[in-house]
């Protein structure tokens, strides 16, 4: 029996407007209704993801944020943490600075941004899970040895047009220890070494004493990729990449289609083993 369902969000579980359909919402529902679990598998911070699970779909659910590297239990208790080393955060502030792309770092509930050409300066409350805006090394440095702060992942992008000032970054940055990956074609992110968002479901299947060949999961992008593959019921969006549906076990049709929703009735109503 399929044990567990994981999503991915943006186009996978959310339509083009960021939004869960009337019928995806329902679907999940009565997928948690039947006993089994239901995880959401985002890049995205803990805020975010517990909001979505509590007031939007108002269903228990294990939290995968931040691409894997913390993974929370129906209880927002963290089951798994797996930060940047500090070195290697400097090393990629450095190569925002050089090659003059934007670049966010995320903390379990914060983000600290770099801009080129916008000087360094709070926005927003650190205290409150607001963005922090910063352009020196020194306030980094002072987060992450004074603050001891931990940032778990950070994504960098192009600016002004810049394509080959990025595409010069991402081989520097791809050269250092993480795991990189991309959500769309020109935003890359960047995680600890081997920590994706299989890495995740696997430490799930280990703290629930499931196996990951009884887990289904949905996604359209790179950063799904290990995911899809791993787990016994990969299923890839009909608007995924190929490199998706390459690795997939299953189809289903696209994000604006309920395609997760779909997928899940039809395993509750025994179309699917």
């Not at 070494?193 to 696997?202: F, G, M, Q, V, W």
């Not at 990449?241 to 395993?267: E, S």
């Amino acid at each position: 029996m399929i044990s567990l369902a994981g999503t991915d969000l943006d186009g996978t579980f959310f339509n083009n407007q960021s939004q869960v359909s009337a019928y995806n919402r329902q679907a999940v529902r009565d997928w948690v209704r039947s006993g089994r679990d239901f995880a959401v598998c985002s890049g995205r911070s803990l805020p975010t993801v517990s909001n979505l699970l509590r007031q939007d779909l108002e269903v228990p659910g294990y939290k995968v944020c931040l691409n894997g590297a913390i993974v929370y239990d129906q209880h927002d208790e963290p089951i798994v943490r797996r930060p940047l080393d500090n070195a290697v955060v400097l090393a990629a502030f450095h190569l925002a600075k050089h090659y003059l792309v934007r670049m966010v770092f995320f903390a379990e509930h914060h983000a600290v941004s770099y801009k080129p050409g916008v000087p360094g300066r709070v926005r927003g409350n650190w205290h409150n899970g607001e963005t922090i805006h910063i352009s020196r090394e020194s306030e980094l440095l002072q987060m992450l040895t004074v603050d001891h702060v931990q940032f778990y992942k950070f994504t960098f992008n192009g600016i002004f047009g810049n394509g080959l000032s990025l595409a010069l970054a991402m081989k520097k940055i791809a050269a250092l220890p993480v795991h990189l990956s991309r959500s769309n074609k020109f935003f890359f992110e960047a995680n600890a070494p081997h920590t994706t968002k299989a890495s995740a479901l696997h430490a799930i299947a280990r703290h629930t004493g499931q196996s990951m060949e009884h887990f289904m999961c949905f996604g359209d992008y790179e950063n799904d990729l290990e995911m899809v593959r791993d787990v016994g019921y990969g299923v890839a969006m009909a608007n995924a990449i190929p490199k998706i549906k390459a690795v997939a076990r299953l189809q289903t049709v696209d994000h604006n289609d309920d395609g997760v929703g779909k997928m899940l009735t039809a395993v509750l109503a025994g179309k699917i083993k």
